[in-house]
Structures are given as structure tokens and as C-alpha cells.
């Protein structure tokens, strides 16, 4: 039978949940957008000019859970993409025992919220849940950071997108900065993520640096340079590989130097070269001494063709990077504006570790919204935590 909660697979045809955010810094599909983004928080970090959007801060939460009230007032939870279940039973019938362990106390919490307001949904990620109230302020690591829970906490949530839902269950988005007041209920915690509000005015200073490098990156990318960093994105009139190169080595440098080069880019062609998705599959009929031969001359041909790749565009890759590394800059005077007001935030980290970052929010939620996060990048920033996380060791 047809019932409302068949809508998560009806409404994937439409944008529904939130999930992976690009850098801003990452601008090559759409630089446009990127200085928006840095004007959007530059207007709250009173630097002048107009909000034009939103920010709040980036949790670095665990598995994504998805809460709605129904138009009718049945509640249902599920994880982000998957089905949403109404009662413990269709939980448990899937057999699978993180459903059972997780989502049923989660539906359990959900119903008792009051204020959740029928046909509303929400959509966080889990800070910590339990079977027992904190005694005390308690530590969680939901993924790499450690956040302070506070005493008399079972589950603790980041709220980071709210729904309206029709009454055929189709979920639109509608804030990027949740009404948390809705989820609270007797042993749950939903810190306020939405910075608005907050004194985070830049020293003159800062402002200036920051400006200037903005300034800076504006000037060096020319429209030609914007039209080459497009297909960079596209991976349009490149070499076939050279797309899947060019995302792996930035997602490395953001986790080792911080910065782009075009001598750390060549220097990286042997670490993709070398990697098993790149090395020919082992045909049936060929001995491994031919195999290794005939893998060895793939790997020599794709080295090759990547440096001369890289050497035909030097001049625009030194250009581009040079624009990347000035808004590197930009981006971590902003956070460290952040970092010096993080005790005034609602959600708390272990020992004063510095938070993964904020969220920016430009356009209409449900329609034309874009979001871009601001994250540290280098020997210090969150892709190297991250990346080092014991829980990820294998991967």
C-alpha cells in the first residue's frame, strides 16, 4: 500500500536532503558564487556591505538522520537518503541492528518534542546518543572532533536544514538555519548552529588583509583564466585523467601544505600514477612478469602525459593557483576571527579544539540556494584531522 512515507523515493526527483559541501575555495565551476560567498561572510563578520545570505557553524557530526512530522502529526525518522519508519516495528523488521540501535531511540525522542510542528522536517547529524542521561558533561566523538555534551543528555543533535512537507509527503526545503526550538524534548540537546547574532566584528587590520586578497584574486582571474578553470571542472578538453588527477591532488593539498602549486601538482603525478584504481586490469591470458611489464608501460605512458598535460598550461595554472592561494588566506583570517569568538557558541568542542569550520547560505532555500563551507585547510586544518582520524585508517 501506497502510505505518505513511500515520499522519500518519490521526492529524490527533487532536491531533498543536504549532503556534501564543496570548499569555497573550490571555485573552478563557478567563481562568481565564491565571492558572493565571501562577501555573504565578510557582512557578518561586520566588514561591511549587506547580508545577503547566512551563515552558521559546521558540526562535525556522524551518521546524517532525517525527522518529520506529517501534515496528519505522525512521526517518522530515517537516515538521510533512506526510508522513513513511523513505529519500532518497521524499524526492527529490516533486520538490520544500527537501524534498531540508532533510529529507534531517535524516534522515540522525536515523538515526545511538543513543538515539533506538523508538516515540518528536519534534517541533523548525531552528536552523541545514548542509552542513559549524562550524569555530567560528558565527551563525544561523533566522527574526528570531540565535543562537551551536556549533563542530562541522551541524544545530542546538529540541526542544520528544515522541510515543509505536503500532505502527499513531498519535502521542500525551506531555512538553512533551523528553528531548533521544535526538537527540544527531555534528554535531547539541539545546539543553535546559526551565527547571526554573534560579535564577530573584524580588527581593521584583519579586514584590510583580507580584502586585499580578495582584491587580489579578482584581478588575476581574467575572464580567459575563468573560462579555463570551468573546464577544469568539467574535465571538457583535457586529458581523459586529467579531471580525476586534478580533484585528488587538490583534496591532498588541502590536508598537507594548505596551498596549490604548480611544482607540489607535478610533484603528485607519481602518487596518482601509482595508485591501484589507476593500474591496468590483469587480462587471463598474460603471465604476471607480462602483467607487470605491460602495467609498468601504462604507468610510464600516464606519468608522461600528465606532466605534459600540466607543462601545456602552466602559465594559466600558476595564474589559477596563485588566485586559490590568495583566497586560502582570505578564508583562515576569517576563521581565525572565528577561532577567538568560539566560547560565545552554543555547541562546544573537547579542550577549545578549533571547530571544522561555518557554513555559508546564498539564495533561496528549496530553489536556487547555493552553500559553500570554510574550513581550515593544511598542517592544522580539519581534512588532515580527518584524514588521520584512527576510524578511517583502513580507507
Known sequence: MKTYFTFIQEAAKVHVTTGHLDHVTHFYHNPSATFTHFKNVLSHFGGGGKKIGTIS??????????????????VGVGYKTGEIFTKPEQIAATGKEHYVRSLTPILHHVSQMSGFKPGTGFQFDLLHQSDDHTKKTTISQP????????????LALAAHSQ???????????????????????PGVYAPQLSMHGLKLKLTPERKKKIKEHISSARALLTPEL???????????????????????????????SGVRSVDEMRGYVDTFVNKKAQQPAKRKT?????????ANAHREKLRTELHRHISNHEPRFHALFNA????????????????EHETGFDLQTHAGEEHEGLVSSIGNPGTDEHMAKFVREGPTGFPKKNHENPRFAAR
Not at 509527503?169 to 527540544?184: A, F, I, R, T
Not at 598474460?286 to 605491460?294: G, L, M, N, T
Not at 586559490?324 to 577561532?339: E, G, P, Y
Open 57 to 74: 557553524q559546521k558540526a562535525d557530526g556522524g551518521m546524517s538522520v532525517k525527522a518529520v512530522k506529517m501534515p496528519n502529526g505522525t
Open 143 to 154: 566522527n574526528t572532533l570531540k565535543y562537551r555534551i551536556p549533563k542530562g543528555v541522551k
Open 163 to 185: 522541510y515543509k512537507i505536503n500532505k502527499k509527503g513531498v519535502m521542500k526545503k525551506v531555512s538553512s538555519q533551523p528553528d531548533v526550538s521544535q526538537l527540544q524534548a
Open 226 to 256: 575563468i573560462k579555463f578553470s570551468r573546464t577544469l571542472a568539467t574535465g571538457q578538453g583535457h586529458h581523459p585523467k586529467f579531471h580525476e588527477f586534478h580533484e585528488q591532488y587538490h583534496s591532498h593539498s588541502s590536508r598537507t
Open 286 to 294: 598474460e603471465s604476471e612478469e607480462q602483467y607487470a611489464a605491460r
Open 324 to 339: 586559490h592561494n590568495h583566497l586560502i588566506s582570505a578564508k583562515h583570517h576569517l576563521l581565525d576571527q572565528m577561532r
